[in-house]
């Protein structure tokens, strides 16, 4: 093992470089998500996501994630709290580049307009919270439970 491959700042280099390709995947990944599940106008996800929250919430709400889908849950889901906090709390993504944040790397949404010490929301750790919720879930709630900890 090498050292140096693995050091924070090859970490945080890597999910720099990536960073652009990240932002052009999420919408068009989460338009598909919003098509596969048969909602109205998915496009709309990308401009209004907060109109589906009420569909999402209840799509999910009794629904069995098995370990196969997973982390294409985890990954749709995270991208969809990422876009309703940028939208709905004036926040942005970034890439965490404080060394000494138990977010460090990861992609956040960060810089909110209203709350200082709501700086930053890493949205897959929420998703993942999410999936690991036993039935019956809220992803409504689970929202509005985002700040706390934050």
């Not at 932002?23 to 990308?46: M, S």
């Not at 969809?80 to 906090?85: A, D, N, P, R």
């Amino acid at each position: 093992m090498d050292g140096i491959e693995y050091s924070p700042e090859h970490l945080l280099a890597r999910r720099i470089a990536g960073f652009d390709a990240f932002r052009l995947e999420r919408l068009p990944v989460l338009h598909d998500f919003c098509k596969i599940l048969g909602f109205d106008q998915p496009h709309e996800v990308l401009i209004t996501p907060q109109k589906f929250l009420p569909q999402l919430d209840s799509y999910f709400r009794n629904a069995v994630i098995s370990d196969e889908d997973r982390v294409w849950f985890i990954t749709r889901i995270g991208y969809y709290i990422g876009e309703y906090l940028v939208t709905v709390y004036d926040g942005f993504w970034q890439v965490d580049e404080d060394h000494a944040s138990p977010t460090f790397s990861r992609y956040i949404v960060g810089n909110f307009s209203f709350d200082e010490s709501a700086s930053k929301v890493d949205p897959f750790e929420i998703a993942q919270k999410y999936a690991d919720t036993p039935v019956p879930r809220s992803l409504i709630q689970e929202l509005e439970n985002a700040w706390v900890g934050y």
